[in-house]
Antibody, heavy 126, light 110 residues
Framework: QVQLQQWGAGLLKPSETLSLTCAVY????????WSWIRQPPGKGLEWIGE???????HYNPSLKSRVTISLDTSRNQFSLNLNSVTAADTAVYYC????????????????????WGKGTTVSVSS | QPALAQPASVSGSPGQSITISCTGT?????????VSWYQHHPGKAPKLMIY???NRPSGVSDRFSGSKSGNTASLTISGLQAEDEADYYC??????????FGTGTKVTVL
């Protein structure tokens, strides 16, 4: 059974860079998109972006200028970097898996997140 | 990309049925049959309840069902139980490889 374990700094000052990592245990790293989603206090979920096993990325246009999602296939980990943070970036950050499959030499992906991490609370305050 | 619109709260008594709406646009909900629903108990990881508008993952109760008409998707919970009390979020694939979530609905079991 696939599990996602995430970690990273929980308290940042404005203008610093948020860095979180998510490790994938108990399953393959290939053939999936690996996502980051956040939930500000009292608000709904917000999709941040995703990366697949070959490094292809998609980002939320509202965050694209500040976000980088990367992966370390040797460790089955992927990471989120969000620079120039402000108080508006205070949120619980979740990593998640978007499932997919392979037909012959072609990868395909489904359009939902089926496995989620437990979340990491990040606060931005001076 | 604006969030999908959901009612802030919906309530019902045990055994009743409730429906949560999720309204998007012709570029997300209306354009694709890729609406999913997530149950979120505070402090826990969100749980996938419905995918591709109306499909249930293995292990999810058949009391949960989904549908879509035009730009609006819906999640129905029948035979409401105390354990269903949670926040529910819809999500839709949108154009240009983007996902958008709903504003969230708090379900209260009276």
């Amino acid at each position: 059974q696939v599990q996602l374990q995430q970690w990273g700094a929980g308290l940042l000052k404005p203008s610093e860079t948020l860095s979180l990592t998510c490790a994938v245990y108990g399953g393959s790293f290939s053939g999936y998109f690996w996502s980051w989603i956040r939930q500000p206090p009292g608000k709904g979920l917000e999709w941040i972006g995703e990366i697949n096993h070959s490094g292809s990325t998609h980002y939320n246009p509202s965050l694209k200028s500040r976000v980088t999602i990367s992966l370390d296939t040797s460790r089955n980990q992927f990471s989120l970097n969000l620079n120039s943070v402000t108080a508006a970036d205070t949120a619980v950050y979740y990593c998640a898996r978007r499932p997919g499959g392979q037909f012959r030499t072609t990868y395909y992906y489904y359009y939902y997140m089926d496995v989620w991490g437990k979340g990491t609370t990040v606060s931005v305050s001076s | 990309q604006p969030a999908l619109a959901q009612p802030a709260s919906v309530s019902g008594s045990p055994g009743q049925s409730i429906t949560i709406s999720c309204t998007g646009t012709s570029t997300d909900v209306g354009a694709y049959n890729y609406v999913s629903w997530y149950q979120h108990h505070p402090g826990k990881a969100p749980k996938l309840m419905i995918y591709d508008v109306s499909n249930r993952p293995s292990g999810v109760s058949d009391r949960f069902s989904g549908s879509k008409s035009g730009n609006t998707a819906s999640l129905t919970i029948s035979g409401l139980q105390a354990e269903d009390e949670a926040d529910y979020y819809c999500s839709s694939y949108s154009s240009n490889n983007i996902f958008v979530f709903g504003t969230g609905t708090k379900v209260t079991v009276l």
